[in-house]
Structure formats: structure tokens, C-alpha cells
């Protein structure tokens, strides 16, 4: 079984800075592809950063510049440093993770979501 929770959200004046993670425990062989994920009231989940398993990253044009995603493998655990907040980004984030098991296969996982709340 493998368990997939974020942490770190809150609430932030804009312009103001924050970092959520995401971590991974349970029978994992190894993590793949991992990406973070955005949901506001009234909209569709969108993505807002992904990273490979080597480290290749891609960004949302709305958050280019501002976000940063990273990954720890031994620690099995996703970052995102989230700079110069805006109340526009304010949202559930959830994680995704691409979880190899012991026989080999990929597997997907959704996190429960962390509240991001930026104030104006």
C-alpha cells in the first residue's frame, strides 16, 4: 500500500512566499514522473509543475519565475517553493505521483490536497 500526503500549505499575505511538500511512503520501488496540481473554487484542476525522475522540469506559464519544483529521491518526497504569491494562486494543491512497484509497473497516486490561501 502507499500513502501520498502534502503538507506546508496555509494562509500568506500576497507577495509573500511558501513551500509545500509531498511525500511518499509504503511499498514503492521507486518514484517516476511527479507533478503538482491546483484546484480553485469554481475551476477544473490544472497542472502547475512537473518533474521527471532525472530532474527535468516543466512549469505552468502562470507560475514560470515565481515556482520552483524539486525532488528529493531518497527522501521520496516533492517540493514546491512557491515566491511572490499571488491571491490568484490561491487554491487546493494536490500531489501526483508515478509510483514503480515491486513487479515493475507504474502506478498512480493522488495526495489529499493542502490548502494555499494568499490574502490581497
Known amino acids: 500500500q502507499v500513502h501520498v500526503v502534502e503538507s506546508g500549505g496555509g494562509l500568506v499575505q500576497a507577495g509573500g512566499s511558501l513551500r509545500v511538500s509531498c511525500a511518499a511512503s509504503?511499498?514503492?520501488?521507486?518514484?517516476?514522473?511527479m507533478g503538482w496540481y491546483r484546484q480553485a473554487p469554481g475551476k477544473q484542476r490544472e497542472l502547475v509543475a512537473a518533474?521527471?525522475?532525472?530532474?527535468?522540469?516543466r512549469y505552468a506559464d502562470s507560475v514560470k519565475g515565481r515556482f520552483t519544483i524539486s525532488r528529493d529521491n531518497a527522501k521520496n518526497t516533492m517540493y514546491l517553493q512557491m515566491n511572490s504569491l499571488k491571491p490568484e494562486d490561491t487554491a487546493v494543491y494536490y500531489c501526483?505521483?508515478?509510483?514503480?512497484?515491486?513487479?515493475?509497473?507504474?502506478?498512480?497516486?493522488w495526495g489529499q490536497g493542502t490548502q494555499v490561501t494568499v490574502s490581497s
Open positions: 501526483r505521483s508515478t509510483v514503480v512497484g515491486a513487479d515493475g509497473h507504474d502506478y498512480l497516486y
Open positions: 518533474i521527471t525522475s532525472d530532474g527535468s522540469t
Open positions: 509504503g511499498s514503492i520501488f521507486s518514484l517516476n514522473h
